[in-house]
Each structure stands twice: as structure tokens, then as C-alpha cells.
């Protein structure tokens, strides 16, 4: 039986959703990823944040973070002979999957992991610091992240401290008390920021994945972690999300500044984990201009708020 008019356009629909959730995306290190959208639409990552209310003590954690201190692109160089940024790595459905033992077994999804042998690793294979690694396997639309990773026998298999694995067609939080490979439970990739955003598309959909040196032992949704003995209710919470306040005055940036300072007004950056002060995490790209990026140093801490935060998690 021939579908009726009534019936194609819900079918059209229903077609291109279910092609939105398995781009044909190119396979590689770093591989572009055409300005998709990674999670699904009603994720909390693409809420539209700028009408919510402030916070009531949006004044006082600005204060705590640095009100003076200046945004920071966390990506788009190269620092100690490595590309900075997350690097992430996108594979077909069949590639081979490996072992992986996990420090913090208790709050990691357990393997295999589909990891190459080539996998970059953030800082570079002799790096020491968070070494992230991830995975995307875009055929099945399933995210592999991991902390503190490293290879074993040319990674035949690997060890690292913790791991996470998303579904991004049903996008599930973490347990209560859970850390992913990030702090706060959160999944990274989703909220770096990316080449194919902010320079080919120009627009940026969804929230960003921001540091600062303190955090308070507490954390609100999205996020379900915290990484801090510290109770002073004017730090930060993981989960937390600031955004740009609607007057500052955008139109003195361009490029892919002003695309950055345009997203965040709209969807504003998560508290994802311990670090530098106003750090905005984003991919590697051969194609950054890093000079078209740090015009965003001249945004200070005072230019945002906090968004009204829900029920806080504290132990």
C-alpha cells in the first residue's frame, strides 16, 4: 500500500532524523565532522539557555573563579611539540575492538573499546597529563572516551583510569556518583569546540566544555561527579553553566571569535572538570588559524553569569 500525503511528511521526517543520527562522516584522526550535531536535540548540551534566570549567587562564583581573569582558548595551537586541544579519532562500525582495564573499574563502562593503533592521545604518545582518548564509530553512533589512557603492546590492548561510553541516538546520564573520562561524568567531545563550527558552518549550536582551578564537592545536571574536597558554596559545582551576558557587545570580533562569543550567549559553557581558570576545550585542526582565535582573551569572567543551577549533589 502507497503511503498517503498525510503520511510523507512524518515519514520524510522520521527518514532524515534517523540520517541525522548516522552522518557519513570520513574516517581518521581528527576527522571532520561537517558541522553535525552530536547529540540529540533535546539533549541539555543544545538548550537554548538565554532567556533562564540567573543564578542567585552568579555574583559571588564569578567572583571565586576570577572576575578580572580572561577567557582562554584551550585548543588551536601546538604546546610542548603537540597539538593542543582533545584530539578524538572517528572509525567505521567494524573496527576491531581491545581490551581495556580500568583503574576506577567500579565507575567505568567495561570493554572491548574500538580503539586503532594510531589513536591520538591528548599531549601526544609521551604526554603526562589527562592523555584523553576518543573514539567515535560513527556507523553505530556510539562515543568511546577514556582518562588517563595509554597503550599496551602497540595497543593491542590498553590501560587507563576511566572510561565512558554514550549512546547518541538515546543519550542516558551517568549514575549518580559516576565520573566518565571527564570530572563531571559528562561526555567530551559533544561540548569541544570544532573547526567545522566555527569556521566552515559558523555557528555554534550547543554548549561548550570550560576548566577552572577549584570546584566545590557538589554537582548539578547535566553533570553527576564532582572532583573536589572543597564545601565553600561560592565555588563552582561541576554540571555548572555560564553564558555570556546578552549586551556584551559582539560586534567588535569576527571570524571565529565572534561565532565562539555569539554561541555562548545562546547555549553557554559546562563545568566539565579541574584546570585552568576560563579555559574553553576544543579539537585539534590542521586548518586552525590561532590568530583568529585569541581575540577571545579580551572577555573577562565579569562578562558572564551563571545560569540558575537545579538541585545540587553534595556528599
Not at 595509554?150 to 593491542?156: N, Q, R, T, Y
Request: overall charge neutral; aromatic content about 8%.
Amino acid at each position: 500500500m502507497q503511503p498517503t500525503a498525510a503520511l510523507l511528511v512524518p515519514l520524510l521526517l522520521i527518514a532524515t532524523a534517523a540520517l541525522a543520527q548516522h552522518p557519513q562522516l570520513p574516517v581518521g584522526p581528527n576527522a571532520d565532522l561537517g558541522g553535525v550535531l552530536l547529540m540529540p536535540a533535546g539533549d541539555q548540551w543544545n538548550r537554548d539557555v538565554s532567556k533562564d534566570p540567573v543564578d542567585p549567587r552568579s555574583d559571588a562564583i564569578i567572583a571565586r573563579i576570577g572576575a578580572q581573569t580572561r577567557l582562554h582558548e584551550d585548543f588551536g595551537l601546538t604546546w610542548k611539540g603537540a597539538p593542543g586541544g582533545i584530539p578524538y579519532y572517528v572509525v567505521s562500525g567494524d573496527q576491531p575492538k581491545v581490551p581495556v582495564a580500568f583503574r576506577y573499574a567500579d565507575e567505568s563502562d567495561p570493554g572491548p573499546y574500538p580503539i586503532p593503533p594510531d589513536v591520538p592521545i591528548e599531549g601526544g604518545p609521551q604526554g603526562n597529563g589527562d592523555r584523553h582518548v576518543i573514539v567515535l564509530d560513527k556507523d553505530n553512533w556510539r562515543l568511546y572516551e577514556m582518562f588517563h589512557a595509554f597503550p599496551i603492546d602497540g595497543g593491542k590492548s590498553w590501560r587507563a583510569s576511566s572510561g565512558a561510553i554514550f549512546d547518541l541516538k538515546d543519550l542516558k546520564p551517568r549514575p549518580a556518583g559516576w565520573t566518565s573520562a571527564d570530572a563531571a561524568g559528562l561526555p567530551i567531545l559533544p561540548g569541544l569546540a570544532r573547526y567545522d563550527e566555527l569556521c566552515v558552518t559558523k555557528q555554534l549550536t550547543h554548549a561548550l566544555r570550560f576548566t577552572v582551578k577549584k570546584s566545590r564537592r557538589a554537582y548539578v545536571s547535566p553533570a553527576s561527579h564532582f572532583a573536589s574536597k572543597d564545601n565553600d558554596p561560592d565555588l563552582p559545582p561541576m554540571g555548572m553553566r555560564v553564558r555570556l551576558k546578552a549586551d556584551f557587545d559582539t560586534s567588535k570580533f569576527s571570524g571565529p571569535a565572534r561565532v565562539l562569543l555569539e554561541g555562548l550567549k545562546t547555549y553557554g559553557m559546562i563545568l566539565a572538570d579541574n584546570g585552568s581558570d576560563w579555559f574553553i576545550s576544543g579539537a585539534p585542526d590542521d586548518r586552525w588559524m590561532h590568530d583568529e582565535l585569541t581575540p577571545i582573551r579580551q572577555v573577562k569572567g565579569s562578562d558572564f553569569e551563571v545560569v540558575k543551577m537545579g538541585p545540587m549533589t553534595m556528599r
